[in-house]
């Protein structure tokens, strides 16, 4: 059976047009005034007054995700439907590789984690957060899983964070596979001294989150990372960038024609320090 989208409004990455939308096997075959072409057995979706547009894909999910003592909100049902009421329709989630365990595992833990409970389109990325010479060997094996990107943190000292070294193993080994890595990148070192002497001071109010992970603490990491692709040869994207320094240093690799890619946060475009300086978690 074939499907029309009449009367609504496109939405393209270069156009907004009044037209139909005629999809034949899952394919769209035809845009324009198709009301001249309805069949007996067209099934017809009146989308007047409405905006026709390819649904989203949101590259950077935690569902279902342990962490600091607590769980993510969202499952990946109430994910996938809050996802699907917006516009979502594919999310890439952040499965995490346990201590002692292999990145298979990571894999697998997530894939149950959605088992009877997705609703829309979904894939994974993979945090090395146990980088052995096991896990660095495993890399190219993962892309059979449908798995081709992975994650390194330079943050969160004893829980996630890799050194250097990890880090340039995890680039080298994934660019020669073809795959992209990730990294959080703030200095987890510097995040901890400044965490321990705030802690000492009582200052534990949530505009103090601001001074632990300051714009200098992550554009100093931000930039190292552009280093190390520059230095590897392996592309690299940098997630949820905050400051203005470090996104110039991503401009930096970018002129130099390395394989940097980056993204935001929309928080991170409207709102501003003075939004969080407030009493207890309310800043949060």
Known sequence: MRKIIQGGTIITAGDTIKADVLIEDGIITAIGNLAGDIRKDDEVIDASGLLVMPGGIDPHTHLEMPFGGTVSSDDFFTGHRAAAFGGTTTHIDFALQAKGESLLDGINTWKSRAK?????????????????????????????????????????????????????????????????????????????????????????????????????????????????????????????????????????????????????????????????????????
């Open 116 to 284: 009877d409970k997705a609703a829309i389109d979904y894939g994974f990325h993979i945090a090395v957060t146990d980088p052995t010479d096991e896990t660095i060997a495993e890399i190219p094996s993962i892309a059979k899983e449908g798995v081709t990107s992975l994650k390194v943190f330079l943050a969160y000292k004893n829980v996630f964070q890799v050194d250097d070294t990890a880090f340039l193993r995890v680039l080298v080994k994934a660019g020669g596979a073809g795959m992209l890595t990730m990294v959080h990148a703030e200095n987890g070192d510097a995040i901890a001294m400044a965490t321990d002497r705030l802690l000492a001071e009582g200052k534990t109010d949530m505009k103090y989150h601001n001074v632990a992970h300051s714009a200098i603490i992550e554009a100093e990491a931000t930039s190292r990372a552009v280093d190390f692709v520059e230095i590897t040869g392996s592309p690299l994207y940098v997630v949820h960038v905050a400051p203005g320094q470090g996104l110039q240093a991503i401009r930096r690799g970018r002129r130099k024609g390395i394989p940097i890619m980056a993204e935001t946060c929309s928080q991170y475009l409207t709102l501003t320090d003075k939004d969080i300086e407030t009493g207890g978690f309310e800043g949060a």
